[in-house]
């Protein structure tokens, strides 16, 4: 077996990202998750695959900008001597083409290579899983595709409507062994008659038993046949994207008598992180506390005995305090007086005096005034927050400015053009 890893970093469109990124100049991908952009913590996962090492790591981007930064992350990485002795290639979709089309042009490089599994993440995935146990399941078993299956965080639960399919519900069904997936649909960009949950008589027939989860979902990791993937793309050119296109493709293609697309399941361990970093709050703030905290090993950077971190280069004023379970970046200062508490602070951000922070995550370059408080936030890169501002449960986007004295609940405040 060949392996060659692939990150899915394409997302033009980064829904649920509304206001935080300046479209212009970054990507969903490269917002800080702790101290790491997701990107980076995607292929850290890539990276790490030790029994069968990928012999090409490839990025799928989907313009020249995200492409020209990915690659200077990347060298930052080797230099800093976080990876090594390995090519990690970035390579630009063409303009407007889907994940699975953008995929396809990996064919004739694999074809020469004899490259036989394509280990495929998407780039807004962080995780500690061993991807060795995820190609170990796709090579005992033999069939089409690996997916990783993993338990939703207790934040990312949907949202319910009397009497109205639960919306972005994944409907995962599995053999009665556990070891297949049998059936998969719903989710965010899936239509209502898609989300409706039907089971055919031939997946009973051929399974006897399925039972259906909505507490676990496909997080965005899959172990692929290379030929038969390639094939699939080939065949069905109306197939856009390999999470809910392909995937349950090869899921169907198993009770039309094609045995050879079995899709193995991966249950990640109870023990293990993965989660698919798909909005800026809840998710985007919640995983980077979580990482920040009990998965810190995930930051790539030890604990200070105050179980926090704690750049060098960071300046920290008389009297202010960093409570466990926080991290701040490099080039920061915080003024006296200051409160954090379980909470991400990125880097280059300036804080007054006098502000406390709490459940929040205040990205690359913001300001926050004196006498700021800010609970349950998401600050965007770039913004500035006024002296003596009351914000709580908010998104303050990109490069917006909040005026001094406001009292700011529950809203998204996003820069206009």
């Known amino acids: 077996m060949r392996l060659r890893g692939v990150v899915l970093a394409l997302d033009r469109d980064a829904d649920g990202f509304d206001g935080v990124l300046d479209r212009d100049r970054s990507t969903k991908y490269e917002l800080e998750c702790g ?21 090409r790591l490839t990025v799928l981007v989907a313009d020249d900008g995200a492409a020209t930064r990915a690659r200077e992350m990347i060298e930052r990485a080797m230099r800093d001597g976080s990876w090594s ?15 699975l089309e953008a995929l396809a042009t990996l064919e004739a490089d694999d074809a020469r290579a004899g490259a036989t599994t394509l280990v495929v993440m998407y780039g807004d995935v962080v995780t500690d899983v061993s991807l060795d146990a995820v190609v170990s399941a796709q090579l005992a078993r033999g069939g089409a595709a690996t997916c990783a299956l993993a338990t939703r965080r207790p934040w990312a639960e949907v949202e319910r409507k009397a009497g109205k399919a639960p919306k972005g519900t994944r409907y995962v069904g599995l053999s009665a062994s556990g070891g297949e997936v049998a059936f998969l649909a719903g989710g965010e960009k ?17 399974n006897g038993e399925i039972v259906i989860r909505t507490d676990i979902t496909d997080v965005g990791i899959f172990a692929l046949d290379a030929a038969r993937a390639f094939d699939a793309i080939r065949e069905r050119p109306d197939m856009k994207s390999l999470r809910y296109d392909l995937i349950p493709h090869f899921v169907a293609e198993q009770f039309r008598g094609a045995k ?4 193995a399941a991966y249950m990640v361990p109870a023990d293990k ?7 800026a709050k809840p998710a985007l703030l919640e995983v980077s506390r979580e990482i920040a905290s009990e998965f810190h090993h995930l930051n790539e950077r030890p604990l200070s005995k105050y179980d926090n971190v704690l750049d060098h280069s960071t300046v920290v004023g008389s009297k202010s305090t960093i409570g466990p379970g926080c991290v701040v970046a490099e ?21 007054g005096s006098g502000v406390k922070i709490v459940n929040s995550l205040i990205l690359r370059g ?7 408080q800010i609970q349950g936030c998401v600050v965007g890169p770039g ?3 006024g002296a003596r501002v009351v914000a709580k449960d908010s998104i303050v986007g990109a490069g917006y400015e909040v005026a001094d004295d406001e009292d700011v609940d529950g809203e998204t405040l996003e820069k206009r053009d």
């Open 366 to 372: 913001a300001v926050i005034g004196d006498g700021s």
């Open 273 to 279: 992180y993965c989660v698919a970093v798909n909005t």
């Open 260 to 263: 050879d697309a079995v899709v």
């Open 85 to 99: 002795g390995r090519t990690i290639e970035v390579t630009t979709a063409r303009d407007g083409a889907s994940e």
């Open 383 to 385: 913004a500035i927050v």
């Open 331 to 351: 080039q920061c200062v915080l003024g006296d007086k200051c409160s954090v508490k379980k909470s991400v602070i990125t880097a280059e951000c300036k804080i």
């Open 190 to 206: 899936m239509d209502e008659a898609q989300k409706r949950l039907k089971l055919r008589r031939s997946m009973l027939d051929a």
């Open 35 to 55: 101290t790491r952009g997701t990107l980076r913590h995607a292929l850290r996962a890539l990276h790490a695959l030790a029994r069968r090492p990928c012999e």
